[in-house]
């Protein structure tokens, strides 16, 4: 089984920098991914890890340590928009393409 | 190009009742999935399918079915819908690795 966890809630400033971390037990892993969700809508992409080390894609970087069961999706320059929930996902291996969803971060960004 | 399209968007449904709820994935993309999303929780995997053949099954009661058509269009289907029902279920198409998620179907039922 696989077995995800991630703060409920955080809070930031605009343009402050913000860590959301997230860490996994799985008995198959397959890669990680990170997606933003508003309020009422689907999750959309945010990124992709399946090697150790960081993918940086503008504001939005992420980190995986494979051997550490954990990972961390870095928001720069916090806007106001970016307030929304930040889902992590573990994809197992065989031949499903199953993501297994954490609970989600509500990340708040006040002024 | 379009992206994952959904329909209905929102459904209330008795107790008791079935449901069939319709994906259109991206063009290009063989693959589809469904998930349920519980207010406050992550998306539950429900069913994949590749090319017509269910490839994964998550862990949902037999009352939940789901097909394939040659189009590679999918429906979900939910059979004697109970109130623990009632969520948001998402479906996503994929090409390789990224998974795009459509916009949803709510379904509320009483």
């Known amino acids: 089984g696989q077995n995800i966890d991630q703060p409920t809630e955080m809070t930031a400033t605009e343009g402050a920098i913000v860590q959301i971390n997230c860490t996994y037990q799985t008995s198959g892993f397959n890669g990680l991914f990170w997606y933003q969700q508003h309020a009422g809508e689907a999750p959309t992409f945010l990124s992709y890890n399946v090697l150790d080390g960081l993918e940086e894609k503008g504001r939005f970087s992420s980190f995986l340590s494979r051997s550490k069961g954990y990972s961390y999706l870095l928001l720069k320059e916090l806007q106001m928009k970016d307030s929304a929930s930040y889902l992590c996902a573990v994809r197992s291996t065989g031949t499903a393409s199953k993501l297994t969803f954490g609970t989600g971060t509500r990340l708040q960004v006040t002024l | 190009d379009a992206g994952v399209t959904q329909s209905p968007t929102h459904l209330i449904k008795t107790r008791g009742q079935h449901v069939t709820l319709r994906c259109s994935p991206i063009?290009?993309?063989?693959?589809v999935s469904w998930y349920q999303q519980v207010l406050g929780q992550g998306p539950q995997f429900i069913f994949q399918y590749y090319e017509k053949e269910e490839r994964g099954r998550g862990n949902f009661p037999d009352r939940f079915s789901a097909r394939q058509f040659p189009n590679y269009s999918s429906e979900l289907n939910v059979n004697a819908l109970l109130l623990g029902d009632s969520a948001l279920y998402l479906c996503?198409?994929?090409?390789?690795?990224?998974?795009?998620f459509g916009p949803g179907t709510r379904l509320t039922v009483t």
């Open positions: 063009s290009g993309h063989k693959s």
């Open positions: 996503a198409s994929s090409f390789s690795v990224e998974q795009y």
